[in-house]
C-alpha cells in the first residue's frame, strides 16, 4: 500500500459500470480496480470485492442502466449489510426493475424529469461552444429551434450538440441538421450513433412488444396518442393476443404501460393514480421507429419525405399531409394487403375510394372534417373491418350496410354530424365500444348487442325503449348517460331496474340538464366493481359508502352536504381523486371538519372541492396521501358566513400543490387581500412547504371600501332596524327612514293598497338562516302617499 495524495484518491476510489443490456450476468463480471481507503495494485473481481473489502469498509456503489430485475438480483446478491451505513444507487429505464432495486425500509425512487429550457441552452451550447455567451449571434435562432426539439432529453441535446460542433458555424448547415431532426435518422450518417443508442431499448424489447411499438410510427410529430384509442387498434390489428375481450383488453394496456415503464414513449394526462390517459413519442425516436418500419415494410407513411420502396405490398398505411407527389404516389399503390388506414385531416384531399381496400382492419379518418358522406360509400363491404373511428368528422349519415360488419369492434362516431343510425347496427354482435353524441337516436334492439361494453353518451330521452334495453347489456363497463329534454317518470322506473342489472359496471357518468335524479340518490343497488363515478345528485346516496371497495374515482355534485356526508365518503377505502361541488352546506356555527376519525379520506391523494362558503376546515390527521388540492369559493360568502378564510391547510402534512379559486365578485380589496394572504400563508405554515397558486376571478365587479364599510354599518344594526322602523311613516310624502334589505335576504313582501299604498310588510332572513317577520307598516291614518317623481319601491325576486 502507498499513501495517496487528493487527486489520485478522487481519481481511484471511484469507477463506473453499467449493466449491460446482455441478460447473461456474466458479462457483469468485469475486472474492476479497486482503491478504498488504500491502493491494490491488481484487479479484482465484483464477488471478491465483495468478500475482501465491502465486509468491513463503508461503501458507496453506482451501478448505472440495469434492464432487469435478474440483472440486479445477481448484483445485489453479493452486497453485503455491514451496517456502515453504506449506500448503492442504480440507475434504470424501467419502472419495475427501479421498484425491485428500492429497499422496503428506506429505499426511494427519483424519477428524472426533462431539462428546463435554460438548463437544456446551457448544456447544448456548453458542449458546443464552452458557454452560451460564445455562440454567435447568427446562430442563435436555429440553436433555439434545435433545443426546443431536444425537448429536454440530455441524450437528444448531448448527441445533436456532438454533431453540430465538428461542423462549421454555417447557419444553412445548422438548418439542415434541425430539419434533420424530424426527417429520418437513416439518412445521416453523422447521427449513427445517436441511433445506436436509441436502438438499444428497441432491440431490448420482448417480441410482442416490437410490433406495438413499431405501430406507433403511424402517428405524425407531436401527435397526442390516446392510450384507449391506441389499444384498440393494436387488438383490432391482432397485435394483442387473448382468450377473451376482457383479457385482451387488460394485456393491451399492459402492452401500453409496459412502454411507458420503459422510456420509450413520453406519458401525457396522467391521473393522481398515475393512470397514463394519453402518450407522446419523442421526434428523435418517432424517426427510429419510422426507419426501423420502412426496413421491416411494417408501416408506409406518405409525409414530407418519400418513402423508400413503393413497390413492396403495403400493410399499413398513413397519410399525414397533403403533398404534390403522394398523389402520384397513392395511383401506384396497392391497397388489396392494407390492414390498417390512417389519414389525417391535412390529407383529406388525397381520400383513396374505400372500394380499393380488401382486407383493412382499421379505418380511422379522425379529424377529417372536409370528408362527406360519399367518402364511406361502401363501407359496408370492408367484411373484416374491426375499428372504425368518424371522430371530429362532418359526415351525417352512416350507410346501412354497416350492419354487415360482423367483425366490427369499435364504432366511433362521436363529435360527428351523425343523429340517426341505421336500424341495421343492432346486427353487430361483436361491438364492444360505441361512442356516439347525445343527440344521436339509438335504434330499437340495442338490448341484442351482447358483446357492447363502451357506451357513450346516450340520451334517455331521444332513444326512449333504451332505458328499457339497457339491462340486457350485462358486459357494460362503462357507461354515459345524459338526461334532458321531455321526461317521462317510466325512465326512472326502467333506468332503476337495469341498472341494478349491471353487475359487472366499472365506470358510470349521469349527467343531468333539468331532469331531477333524486331517483338515482334511491337506487337500490350496490355496485361492487364500480370504480368512476360522476354525477349531479341531491344529495349523498345510501349506496356509496365503504361497500365500494373498487371505488377510486368520485366527481359529484350535490345540492347540500353535511358533516355525516363527509365520514361516509372517508370511509372508501381506496378513493384516490375525489371532486365536490357543493350549492349548500348544512348551516353549523362552525365549518365541516375533514381529519376526524370518521373522515381521514386514508387513501385520497387529490382533492377538489367547489363551495361559495368555504365551509370546509382540515384538522390535525386530515387526508394524509393528499398531495393535490383545488379549492374553489366566494370571498364574500365565505365572509359574511364565517368571517374568515381559515380551513387549516396547515394541516396537510403531504401536501404539494394548492389550487384557490376565489370569485371577487361583491368584495373589496380589502377582503380580497385579506383571502389571498390566508391561502398563500399556507406555503409558509405548512412543513411540506407546497407550491399555492392564486387564482382571482371577477374582479371587475369588486366594490369600493367606502361603499363596504357603509354596507357593513347597516348590516350591523339590521336587528335593531327592525325594531325601530316598526309603525306608521306619517304620511304626507314623510318617510322616517330608508328601508334597505339585501335582495338575497328577502323571503316575502306584502303590500296593502287602495288609491294610495295604505301598508306593507315583510319577511326575510338573518344569516343564521332565522326568519323574521315585520307588522304591517303604515295603516289606517298613516297612509303612505307618493309623488310622481318617487319611487316607493323596486320589486325583486325573493331568494
Not at 301598508?759 to 303612505?784: K, V
Request: charged share 25%; proline share 4%; aromatic share 8%.
Amino acid at each position: 500500500m502507498r499513501q495517496l495524495n487528493r487527486e489520485e484518491c478522487w481519481k481511484t476510489c471511484f469507477f463506473c459500470n453499467g449493466c449491460s443490456c446482455d441478460r447473461k450476468i456474466s458479462r457483469f463480471h468485469i475486472d474492476i480496480p479497486i482503491t478504498l481507503y488504500f491502493l491494490v495494485d491488481n484487479s479484482i473481481s465484483l464477488v471478491l470485492l465483495s468478500n475482501m473489502v465491502l465486509q468491513i469498509h463503508r461503501y458507496l456503489i453506482i451501478v448505472d442502466d440495469i434492464w432487469d430485475e435478474s440483472a440486479w438480483n445477481c448484483i445485489k446478491a453479493v452486497l453485503v449489510k455491514n451496517n456502515c451505513s453504506s449506500r448503492v444507487i442504480t440507475t434504470t429505464r424501467i419502472v419495475g426493475v427501479a421498484a425491485s432495486c428500492s429497499s422496503a425500509i428506506d429505499g426511494n425512487i427519483y424519477k428524472l424529469n426533462p431539462l428546463s429550457h435554460d438548463d437544456s441552452k446551457k448544456l447544448f451550447y456548453e458542449r458546443i461552444f464552452g458557454s452560451e455567451d460564445a455562440c454567435h449571434v447568427e446562430l442563435r435562432e436555429i440553436s433555439e429551434k434545435i433545443i426546443r426539439k431536444c425537448d429536454g432529453v440530455p441524450l437528444a441535446i448531448i448527441t445533436i450538440a456532438s454533431l453540430l460542433s465538428h461542423k462549421s458555424n454555417n447557419i444553412h448547415e445548422w438548418d439542415t441538421v434541425n430539419k434533420s431532426i424530424g426527417s429520418g435518422l437513416e439518412k445521416f450518417p453523422n447521427m449513427e450513433s445517436m441511433r445506436q443508442i436509441l436502438s438499444i431499448s428497441y432491440y431490448d424489447l420482448p417480441s410482442h412488444l416490437k410490433p406495438c411499438f413499431l405501430y406507433l410510427s403511424v402517428y405524425p410529430e407531436d401527435y397526442t396518442i390516446f392510450s384507449d384509442h391506441l389499444v384498440r387498434r393494436w387488438i383490432s390489428e391482432g397485435l394483442v393476443h387473448g382468450s377473451d375481450v376482457d383479457t385482451l383488453y387488460k394485456v393491451g394496456f399492459g402492452y401500453f404501460n409496459d412502454l411507458i415503464n420503459r422510456s420509450l414513449i413520453q406519458p401525457q394526462h396522467v391521473d393522481s393514480r398515475g393512470n397514463v390517459g394519453a402518450c407522446r413519442v419523442h421526434d428523435m425516436v418517432l424517426d427510429l421507429i419510422t426507419s426501423l418500419s420502412i426496413e421491416e415494410n411494417f408501416v408506409t407513411t406518405l409525409d414530407s419525405h418519400q418513402p423508400s420502396d413503393l413497390s413492396k405490398k403495403i400493410h399499413r398505411l398513413s397519410i399525414q399531409n397533403n403533398q404534390e407527389h403522394h398523389t402520384m404516389s397513392l395511383s401506384m399503390l396497392s391497397f388489396s394487403h392494407v390492414r390498417s388506414f390512417i389519414i389525417f385531416p391535412s390529407a383529406t384531399k388525397l381520400m383513396p375510394p374505400l372500394s380499393r381496400f380488401q382486407v383493412v382492419r382499421v379505418l380511422d379518418l379522425e379529424g377529417c372534417r372536409d370528408l362527406e358522406n360519399h367518402h364511406i360509400d361502401g363501407v359496408g363491404n370492408l367484411f373484416h373491418l374491426r375499428y372504425l373511428g368518424l371522430r371530429d368528422t362532418n359526415i351525417t349519415k352512416i350507410p346501412k350496410g354497416v350492419g354487415n360488419l360482423y367483425c366490427l369492434q369499435t364504432l366511433d362516431l362521436s363529435q360527428s354530424g351523425i343523429i340517426d343510425l341505421p336500424s341495421t347496427i343492432v346486427h353487430l354482435r361483436k361491438l364492444v365500444c360505441l361512442y356516439i353524441e347525445t343527440s344521436v337516436k339509438l335504434p330499437d334492439g340495442i338490448g341484442a348487442m351482447k358483446s357492447l361494453q363502451v357506451l357513450s353518451t346516450v340520451s334517455v330521452s331521444n332513444s326512449p325503449n333504451f332505458s328499457k334495453e339497457l339491462g340486457y347489456l350485462s358486459d357494460m363497463r362503462v357507461l354515459k348517460i345524459f338526461l334532458s329534454g321531455t321526461w317521462d317518470k317510466n325512465y326512472e322506473k326502467h333506468l332503476l331496474c337495469s341498472l341494478c342489472k349491471l353487475t359487472k359496471i366499472k365506470e358510470i357518468s349521469i349527467q343531468s340538464s333539468g331532469v331531477p335524479t333524486k331517483f338515482i340518490v334511491d337506487l337500490g343497488w350496490t355496485p361492487h366493481n364500480l370504480q368512476y363515478f360522476f354525477g349531479n345528485i341531491p344529495r349523498l346516496p345510501e349506496w356509496m359508502n365503504s361497500s365500494l371497495s373498487e371505488l377510486s374515482t368520485l366527481i359529484i355534485t350535490l345540492d347540500k352536504i353535511q358533516q355525516e356526508d363527509l365520514g361516509t365518503l372517508g370511509n372508501i377505502p381506496f378513493l384516490n381523486y375525489l371532486c365536490v361541488t357543493v350549492h349548500k352546506i348544512k348551516k353549523a356555527e362552525e365549518r365541516l371538519i375533514i381529519g376526524t376519525d370518521h373522515a381521514n379520506f386514508n387513501c385520497l391523494s387529490e382533492f377538489h372541492i367547489h363551495n361559495d362558503s368555504l365551509g370546509i376546515m382540515f384538522v390535525e390527521g386530515a387526508m394524509p396521501r393528499l398531495q393535490t388540492l383545488e379549492v374553489t369559493f366566494q370571498i364574500r360568502e365565505a365572509k359574511d358566513e364565517y368571517n374568515n378564510f381559515e380551513v387549516g391547510l396547515e394541516n396537510l402534512h403531504s401536501i404539494k400543490l394548492v389550487t384557490i379559486r376565489m370569485h371577487c365578485s361583491g368584495s373589496s380589496l380589502v377582503e380580497v387581500e385579506e383571502a389571498d394572504a390566508a391561502m398563500r400563508k399556507t406555503s409558509h405554515v405548512n412543513p411540506k412547504h407546497p407550491r399555492v397558486d392564486v387564482i382571482r376571478y371577477y374582479e371587475d365587479e369588486m366594490i369600493e371600501d367606502e361603499e363596504k364599510s357603509q354596507l357593513d354599518e347597516e348590516a350591523f344594526k339590521e336587528q335593531e332596524i327592525i325594531l325601530e322602523k316598526i309603525g306608521p311613516w306619517g304620511g304626507n310624502t314623510g318617510r322616517k327612514r330608508d328601508i334597505k334589505v339585501s335582495p338575497r335576504y328577502l323571503r316575502s313582501m306584502r303590500i296593502c293598497c287602495g288609491d294610495v299604498i295604505d301598508a306593507f310588510a315583510f319577511s326575510y332572513l338573518d344569516r343564521n338562516e332565522n326568519l323574521h317577520e315585520t307588522p304591517l307598516w303604515g295603516g289606517i291614518g298613516g297612509t303612505i302617499h307618493t309623488v310622481s317623481n318617487e319611487l316607493l319601491m323596486h320589486c325583486a325576486k325573493p331568494c
